[in-house]
Structure formats: structure tokens, C-alpha cells
């Protein structure tokens, strides 16, 4: 099965520099993989050509207009820019041309589009950006990431239900326990948004665990943790700078001294292990969920390196069935959904199918298959 994607080629800080360069490094890693690059041709086929694959059969080029700037207001995104490369692209997955898109631009634009274009499931009022965040029992999927700043405790609920299904369908846990990140364990603790969200996620049938806190994430205490954008943003960006200034420090520190830099080479093997499992462009795409289609956000500001992952986010999504098994688990495995709406199929006619999401496992070398699915906003 050929994997087809989009690419939103002029998004993020550095556009076509660093996306052609990762979908160029992507095909040539992944034979059954076509890519469609989205945006200026001209800056494109630039960037093609310094990576000596103007000929390559599997990366399509597709002209767009329009560039939706990383400060653009959502308005302008949504209502002025028709023929940007980000609208472009989704229109692709919207027609069945393609299976999922990868864009690293401006968040709120991205989702406010996807929103648009591609529709959300039923059910489900405001998609969430989902992530799978590493702690010591292995993943804690943490959403929302950033789509939702504010949010009524209704969607809180929501967001708790498509965590569910989605580590039901990923890890085939029935009952993946569900927490609600707070400022304390007490249910007297947070605003009234988050008190309120506890009353409902506690009368749901969904496994709720109870409050947590930002340290449980990592402690790995539940499958799933919910919060609003803001907060999940927050958390999220807080992660990566004290992973980055840990890494500094270590390296810092082994190069003190002749004596020090020996013993580097000697801690060599388990320095790079910790690289591996702390380093934030291995973790970049993260799923837009609750979509009929998949869309994979990438971090706006990744490199090369770490826009290759996004990328394979999508292919893994694709090949190993995200989409419908999500759909399918939303279905079944739900029961605080309301019972007279159902998420419409992925396999419609329409092309509507549902959102991806994070992953399971320890995520793979961009070269190498596996399920893995997951990362950064």
C-alpha cells in the first residue's frame, strides 16, 4: 500500500529550508511513501533541486498561492487565504487524495482549517491536540496540548473520551485510567471549570482516577491526562526546555576537563541512550484529534531532523490503521458518549474518517518502520 501525504511545505519558522529537505530524507528511507509538497512551487522546486531530487517520481509538487504566516490571525487564515499551501493540503486529505498532512504552521490557523475543512466527528465540539509524553511506566498521553485555551468542563469530559478511545485503540487497554491535571489531588482543589470537570468525569463511566498533578505525568500514574490548552502548552513547552538544559548540563560537565572528557567516552553508550529518550525532536507531531481526517502538527520551530519525525508520525498512522481503529474505539469503547451519536466511519465515501493520534511505543528511527505515532505540538 502506497502511504500518500501532503505536506505543508511553507509552514513553520523556517518552511520549504527545513520541510523539503525532511520529506526528501523521508522517501528516500520509505519506498511505499508519496509525498505532496504544498506551497510556493518556485521555493519548492528550489529547495528540490539542492537536495538533488527534482526527478524524484515520489515527491509531487502542488502550487498554492498563499502562505498563512505564523502570526496570522485565525480570521485570516480561515477567511482570506483560500489557495494557502496549509488550506491546499487539507483540501488534499478532504478528496482522498492523500491520508493525512503534516504542517508545522501557525497552531491555531491549523486547527481553526482543519476544523473547517475536514470536520470534527460527531460528538465532539473542539478537536485537541494529543500527545504521548514519555514517564517511568513508558507513555502518558497528555491532551489538550495547545488547540483550546478556553474550555468548559463539557469539553474537558470530551477530551477525556477521545484519550480514551485512543489509548484503547493503540495499546488495547479496555480501561485506560483517565486523570484531570489540577494543582492538587483534593477535589476541593482548581477553578470552578476544573472542579466542575471532575463532578462529570466522576459521573461518567470512563476509568477516572481522580485529580493529578504536573509530577504524575511523569510518574506515569494514569494512561491519560487532561487539561485546557493553556495549561497542556505550558506543560509541554516546560518539558522540553528542562530536557534541552539537562543534555546542556551533562555535556557541560563532561567537557570540564581532559580527565572528564575520558570519562564521557567511557558513559559514551548510555549518554546516547539518554539522548534518545529525552531529546524533543524525536517526540515532534502531534495528532489533531477528534478530526475525520488525520493531521499531524509539528512543532513550528523543528529542524530537518525533527520535521522527518512528524512526517513519519502520519506514515505509521496510516499504515497501521489509526484512523478506523480510533473510530472504532470511539464507538465501542466509549460509554459516556452519548448514545445517539456515533462518530461517522472512516471508510465513508465522503472520505471522512477520524483523528490520529499518539503513540504507543518507543518511537523508531525515521528510517525504520514501526507503529509508533505521538509527539509535540
Known sequence: MTVKITIDCMGGDHGPAVTVPAAVN????????HLMLVGIEQAIRAQLKKSKALDEPRLTVVAASEVVAM???????????????????????????A???????????????????LKTLAGIERPAIA?????QKGYTTVLDLGANVNCEPEHLLQFAEMGHALVSAIEGRERPTIGLLNIGEEVIKGNETIKRAGEL???STLNFYGNVEGNDIYKGTTDVVVCDGFVGNVALKTSEGLAKMLADIIKEEFSRSFTSKLMALVAM?????????VDPAQYNGAALLGLRHLVIKSHGSAEAFGFEW?????YDAVKNGVLERLVRAME???PSARPDEAAAPASAPSGDGTASDSVAKQPNPPGESGTALHSKA
Not at 491520508?99 to 475543512?117: D, E, K, P, W
Not at 553508550?269 to 529518550?277: G, T
Open 71 to 97: 502570526d496570522d490571525p485565525v480570521e485570516v487564515a480561515l477567511r482570506k487565504k483560500k489557495d494557502s499551501s496549509m488550506r491546499v493540503a487539507l483540501n488534499l486529505v478532504k478528496d482522498g487524495q
Open 201 to 203: 468525569l466522576r459521573a
Open 310 to 314: 512528524a512526517i513519519k508520525r502520519g
Open 269 to 277: 553508550p548510555v549518554l546516547k541512550r539518554f539522548k534518545r529518550r
Open 99 to 117: 491520508q493525512t498532512c503534516i504542517s508545522a504552521g501557525n497552531t491555531g490557523a491549523l486547527m481553526a482549517v482543519s476544523r473547517y475543512v
Open 26 to 33: 523521508f522517501v528516500r528511507a520509505h519506498a511505499d511513501a
Open 332 to 334: 465501542e469503547n466509549a
Open 131 to 135: 500527545f504521548a509524553m514519555p514517564s
